[in-house]
């Protein structure tokens, strides 16, 4: 790897760690727990305020300061609750480091994979950006093409068009719910 791929590559590892030490502790952790472990590390590393302007693409620039505010909030506390729910347990898997691809200038993609001992890996890739804070994730990319922003910004913005901003704020908080009561 080139110097400017590395510190990227090891802001990635360093979440896979956090995230294998999750899963190997789920169960002892219990849901609540994981979040708050998982909720520091992601507001770490992802640049949570711009991936929920992505999230809601045309629509943030008709939205008040206070639904911006509301939207971060919200569109935050389900990205850690989603990662809380979905890292519930560990079967033996592990991280692989896969790379790292200059999308542009101060943009990347790292790609890294699951490797399950009885199945077959799960791509993850991260798209990151260089801020003045560092190296943050903007966007991330599940089996190579699916963009999870892309996913949410078509969801979000049919919801806005046809029930308003109260509606995607009360189904992003249903999520949220349906998370902590174990649902995923």
Same mark, same amino acid.
């Not at 033996?92 to 890996?121: H, L, Q, S, W």
């Given at each position: =790897?080139?110097?400017? &791929?590395?510190?990227?590559?090891?802001?990635?590892?360093?979440?896979?760690?956090?995230?294998? $030490?999750?899963?190997?502790?789920?169960?002892?952790?219990?849901?609540?727990?994981?979040?708050?472990? /998982?909720?520091?590390?992601? +507001?770490?590393?992802?640049?949570?305020?711009?991936?929920?302007?992505?999230? *809601?693409?045309?629509?943030?620039?008709? /939205?008040?300061?206070?639904?911006? $505010?509301?939207?971060?909030?919200?569109?935050?506390? =389900?990205?850690?609750?989603?990662?809380?729910?979905?890292? $519930? +347990?560990?079967?033996? &898997?592990?991280?692989?480091?896969?790379?790292?691809?200059?999308?542009?200038?101060?943009?990347?993609?790292?790609?890294?994979?699951? *490797?399950?001992?009885?199945? $077959?890996?799960?791509?993850?890739?991260? /798209? =990151?950006?260089?801020?003045?804070?560092?190296?943050?994730? *903007?966007?991330?990319?599940?089996?190579?093409?699916?963009? &999870?922003?892309?996913?949410?910004?078509?969801?979000?913005?049919?919801?806005?068009?046809?029930?308003?901003?109260?509606?995607?704020?009360?189904?992003?908080?249903?999520?949220?719910?349906?998370?902590?009561?174990? +649902?995923?």
């Amino acid at each position: =790897m080139k110097p400017a &791929e590395m510190q990227p590559a090891a802001v990635i590892q360093g979440f896979d760690a956090v995230l294998l $030490d999750v899963m190997r502790n789920a169960k002892k952790l219990g849901y609540a727990r994981r979040r708050e472990i /998982l909720s520091k590390k992601i +507001g770490e590393i992802f640049h949570l305020p711009v991936m929920a302007r992505i999230a *809601i693409g045309a629509h943030w620039r008709k /939205l008040t300061p206070a639904q911006r $505010d509301t939207l971060v909030d919200g569109f935050s506390r =389900m990205t850690v609750a989603t990662y809380a729910a979905r890292f $519930d +347990g560990w079967s033996g &898997e592990n991280f692989e480091m896969r790379g790292v691809d200059t999308v542009r200038a101060k943009t990347v993609m790292v790609k890294t994979a699951i *490797i399950r001992p009885n199945d $077959d890996p799960v791509e993850i890739n991260y /798209l =990151m950006r260089e801020f003045s804070t560092g190296w943050r994730v *903007i966007d991330v990319f599940l089996k190579q093409s699916y963009s &999870e922003l892309a996913t949410k910004r078509s969801e979000y913005s049919s919801i806005i068009r046809r029930q308003g901003f109260a509606a995607l704020m009360a189904q992003i908080e249903a999520k949220i719910s349906q998370y902590a009561n174990g +649902g995923k």
